[in-house]
């Protein structure tokens, strides 16, 4: 394509001899201002792309949060509750560090949810961007991971419960569920152990995504962004630098972000939470219900759905493997969708079959929530097919069958299309 | 820029995303709890001093007996949002308490502002067996450890409204809703007692307050408070919602500021961008 920097000359010449020292042995500034200035950016975009940017603040908050929390916390079983309430109750500025991290877990979420269904909706997972995509999907586990054992820190009951049931999850696993449950819990059962190294791996982790970040904006910078109408960049006049037009209007996002993340951490803290857990984890005594935090629900609608035996697979068993399936299909979404047209604005078949996917999803979502009995059991199972149907039989057959309507020549044709 | 479409799309993604949250909550059977008028709720929300002064009498004069608070310190009745004790009363306050202190002569001492409220029981095994088995729970965070499920799509409206009150609500619904005797056809186990609110109805302690349990004393020009069950309900409510949230008139004041700053500051961000924009096609 040749708009990628990398192949690009660069712009930048050092401003005088310090910085031409510096340039000779670590151009660091002339890289950034290629990755971060000049960058060619697709001028097109619109708002749904400043998720990116928004994703990176969250890393960043959780990051800065946590590090301070864990500066008050203390990983042991019976003053890990006590400490949180310290934190809430005696440390400086305490209760709203701590709000953020929590609030800020369910809005990194949320943010996460917007990217992926935008990058779904847009066929930003195409080629050339396949590695990209999967370097997201990694980044999403690492977070499910992170928020999961970040949960079980405050050890109330949910905290306790959840650590149980996930744990048992992996207890499915043939020969190895056994020792895999034991390793993760540091025993036989949750306790103290447990506690000790879910906080270990919930300070590393976040590093790990951050680097796993890294990679996936170098993924973007090779290629280049996508765009609303999914036609490659042409020349100079589709793109814009990324300074000042996209790190305003990702500021700008970002700020707008804040309005109802701080909404909830400064007026309703604990409403994306549940009650049960300001009650000390008692191993003795099993909440009425056991619920994940919502931004599981889809998959613990899923994990729940397999409740019959499959051949020789037990129900246990073949609900981790649709549970476990149902994010690692999404690894393979760029090969299952077979149409060449990326963006779901040209495609008339596939607008509707994704929005009956995001509407089937978030009844996912609602059953994670409800309690297993009567209707909610058919529902769950319903939806739970829907969902792997999607991505193998709906996808790979719309691209055969889908005629697509004509795509612009280029991105500044159909800018110049839509003005006038 | 932002067309109707996109706001659409945003406003059902928010609320894809906060709805099910509460689903769980929904989906069971629970009894119509009747939601209060707090002080403390809303954006404005702040504690009624007057109310907190009363709830901790009965707490103090009801509960305490039972129900510890380790989260909480005498200090913390001083603070501002608070009660509105003195520091003079607060310390007058602790010296008439004893707290366990393993370097003191005898394990125990006279209290400071500074310690935490001491627990009724010594140990666990102490509490239950001085309650029939059951275990009174401590109070600190208990109004957060207890809430109100509202039917579809009723809880949708809460995380616009911000509705966090379901713990007082809840404690109030509890505390008024004994009955003398379970309804026909309900088997009430010896020892326990029924209750409308109660997981189960059958709830091991027994009505707690009466009418005029607790003497209220008016100050000079207030008006004089009912001494109803009702009214020692919603007081002693307020003031474990205090207990588990002591610095929320604080967090709602800053809360504000930082909201008002954001939207002011979006708008200021929105104008730069669009400026910067300004002639570019896009």
């Known amino acids: 394509m040749g708009l990628s920097p990398m192949s690009e000359h660069s712009s930048y010449t050092p401003g005088n001899s310090v910085e031409k020292w510096l340039d000779d042995r670590l151009p660091i500034i002339r890289f950034s201002k290629e990755h971060l200035m000049d960058f060619p950016t697709p001028k097109n975009l619109n708002y749904w792309w400043t998720f990116g940017a928004i994703l990176v603040m969250c890393l960043g908050i959780q990051i800065v949060t946590g590090v301070i929390l864990a500066m008050h916390y203390t990983p042991h079983v019976s003053m890990a509750f006590d400490s949180v309430e310290h934190i809430r109750r005696d440390v400086n500025g305490g209760r709203m560090i701590q709000a953020f991290h929590a609030v800020g877990a369910s809005m990194f979420f949320a943010a996460v949810y917007i990217h992926i269904f935008r990058g779904m909706y847009f066929g930003s997972y195409k080629a050339p961007r396949e590695i990209l995509w999967i370097l997201g999907v990694l980044i999403f586990l690492l977070m499910m991971a992170t928020a999961f054992m970040g949960y079980v820190l405050p050890w109330g009951q949910m905290s306790g ?20 449950l034991e390793l993760l819990r540091g025993g036989f059962s949750v306790g103290n152990p447990t506690l000790n190294r879910f906080f270990s791996l919930h300070y590393m982790l976040p590093f790990v995504i951050a680097a796993v970040v890294a990679l996936h904006i170098w993924a973007l910078h090779v290629p280049g962004n996508n765009n609303p109408i999914g036609v490659d960049v042409k020349d100079k006049r589709d793109t814009l630098p990324f300074h000042p037009y ?10 707008l972000f804040l309005i109802p993340f701080a909404w909830f951490a400064f007026f309703a803290p604990d409403i994306l939470g549940h009650p049960d857990n300001y009650i000390p984890f008692n191993s003795q005594v099993t909440p009425a219900h056991i619920v994940p935090e919502w931004y599981f629900l889809p998959f613990y609608a899923i994990l729940r759905a397999i409740d019959f035996n499959i051949l020789f697979i037990d129900s246990k068993l073949g609900g981790v493997i649709f549970f476990a399936g149902s994010i690692l299909i999404l690894f393979f979404l760029p090969w299952l969708d077979t149409s060449k047209v990326r963006s779901g604005n040209f495609r008339p078949m596939f607008k509707w079959f994704y929005w009956l996917f995001a509407i089937n999803f978030v009844v996912l979502t609602y059953l994670g929530a409800a309690p297993a009995e009567g209707i909610y059991v058919v529902l769950a199972k319903i939806s739970t097919a829907y969902y792997f149907i999607h991505f193998l039989v709906i996808l790979p057959l719309l691209g055969r069958i889908e005629t697509p309507r004509p795509l612009p020549t280029s991105i500044s044709e159909s800018v110049l299309a839509k003005a006038h | 820029m932002f067309n109707t479409k996109t706001i659409l799309a945003a406003v059902a993604l928010v609320a894809g995303f906060a ?52 989260l909480v310190a005498f200090r913390n009745l001083s603070e501002p949002g608070g009660p509105g004790f003195s520091e003079e009363q607060v310390k007058a306050l602790a010296l008439e308490y004893e707290v366990a202190d393993d370097t003191a002569e005898g394990g125990f001492r006279t209290a400071v502002p500074a310690d935490r409220w001491p627990s009724p029981f010594l140990t666990e095994q102490d509490a239950r067996d001085a309650n029939g088995g059951s275990l009174p729970p401590d109070f600190s965070v208990l109004a957060k450890a207890r809430g109100v499920s509202d039917p579809f799509p009723y809880w949708t409206f809460n995380y616009f409204t911000g509705y966090s009150e379901g713990g007082p609500d809840y404690i109030h619904a509890l505390l008024t809703g004994y009955h003398d005797e379970a309804p026909a056809g309900f088997e009430l186990p010896p020892g326990k007692y029924y209750n409308d609110v109660f997981p189960g109805h059958a709830i091991g302690m027994a009505p707690p307050l009466q009418d005029g349990i607790v003497t209220y004393v008016a100050a000079e020009g207030e008006t004089e408070v009912p001494l109803t069950v009702d009214q020692y309900s919603k007081d002693v409510a307020a003031f474990m919602m205090w207990m588990a949230e002591p610095h929320l008139a604080g967090r709602k004041q800053t809360g504000f500021v930082v909201l008002l700053f954001l939207i002011l500051f979006a708008g200021l961000m929105y104008a730069t961008k669009r400026r910067i924009w300004k002639g570019i096609e896009h």
């Open chain 1, 246 to 255: 996209y790190t305003m209007k990702d500021a700008f996002g970002m700020v």
């Open chain 2, 19 to 70: 709805l099910p949250a509460a689903a769980a909550e929904d989906s069971h059977a629970s009894p119509v709890i009747d939601k209060q008028n707090w002080s403390f709720a809303g954006i404005f929300g702040t504690y009624d001093e007057h109310q907190l002064q009363r709830g901790f009498q009965v707490y103090r004069e009801v509960c305490a007996s039972c129900h510890g608070a380790r």
């Open chain 1, 161 to 180: 419960w959840a650590a149980t049931v996930i744990t048992n999850i992996f207890a499915a696993i043939p020969v190895i569920g056994t020792p895999l």
